[in-house]
């Protein structure tokens, strides 16, 4: 019973450490460049040049699938702005309300692309599969080997900072989430009279291992944009302490 929502468990498991790195990588860099510059606009200037790309894709993304399911738009920006509760906003689309359903898909459109180049990236130009291969097999020495050649990979550095920047603004914003509960709701309610009705064990053995393999993808998506984020932390925290003690000058 428990294996068929192994996929839910691993994404919740894997995602919990994704949005702690992201938050803390995103501190750590704007502390790094705050010291430096002693400007708080030019360093969210910097910080929003980092994110370009992956802010691009987000905002891109909730236009688009706006423009297909047919609700209007109003406004598009990417230019970051300061927030009245201090938070940095580095984009954003502002559309009518296209209903609870059609808002929910527009929320997500960032996750779904997101999700998409990350897997392309993995997979392709920075071969992360046969990596996947040799743990699972318990050949680590093939392994470190392997890690050591991915630098040496065509552009592997400007995919490594695409699959960074992409995967630390997938996520959807708080913005974004507003309309999932009630549809989360709703479907709650459904898949309640479904069980109710005496179709527990057919979902059991027909819908739940499309949707375990599913979110399983997902989760090995997370969990690879997880460590992209750890590595990026620890030069970053290391840059900080530095510059603190230099300085004399420190962000909490």
Do not use: C
């Amino acid at each position: 019973m428990l294996s068929a929502f192994a996929g839910l468990l691993w994404l919740i498991a894997l995602l919990v450490p994704l949005v702690f790195l992201q938050r803390l990588l995103h501190r750590e860099i704007q502390a790094v460049f705050l010291i430096l510059t002693r400007r708080v606009g030019v360093t969210q200037v910097i910080f929003a040049l980092i994110f370009f790309p992956g802010v691009l894709l987000h905002e891109l993304s909730h236009f688009l699938m706006a423009k297909l399911l047919g609700v209007k738009t109003r406004h598009f920006s990417l230019l970051p702005q300061s927030t009245p509760d201090g938070r940095l906003q580095l984009g954003s689309v502002e559309m009518i309300s296209g209903g609870a359903i059609r808002d929910s898909l527009i929320g997500i459109a960032p996750l779904i692309s997101g999700a998409l180049f990350v897997a392309y990236a993995a997979v392709y130009p920075l071969r992360l599969l046969g990596l996947v291969d040799f743990v699972r097999a318990g050949y680590w020495e093939l392994f470190w080997m392997g890690v050591q050649i991915l630098p040496g990979l065509p552009n592997f550095w400007l995919w490594f900072y695409l699959t960074f920047t992409v995967s630390s603004t997938m996520l959807p914003s708080a913005s974004d989430r507003e309309p999932w509960l009630p549809v989360g709701i709703g479907l709650g309610v459904l898949l309640f009279l479904a069980v109710m009705a005496g179709a527990g064990p057919w979902m059991l053995a027909n819908l739940a291992p499309p949707v375990n393999s599913f979110l399983g993808g997902l989760a090995a998506i997370f969990g690879l944009s997880a460590g992209v984020h750890f590595l990026l932390l620890l030069p970053f925290a290391l840059i900080h302490r530095i510059l603190a003690r230099l300085t004399g000058v420190d962000i909490g």
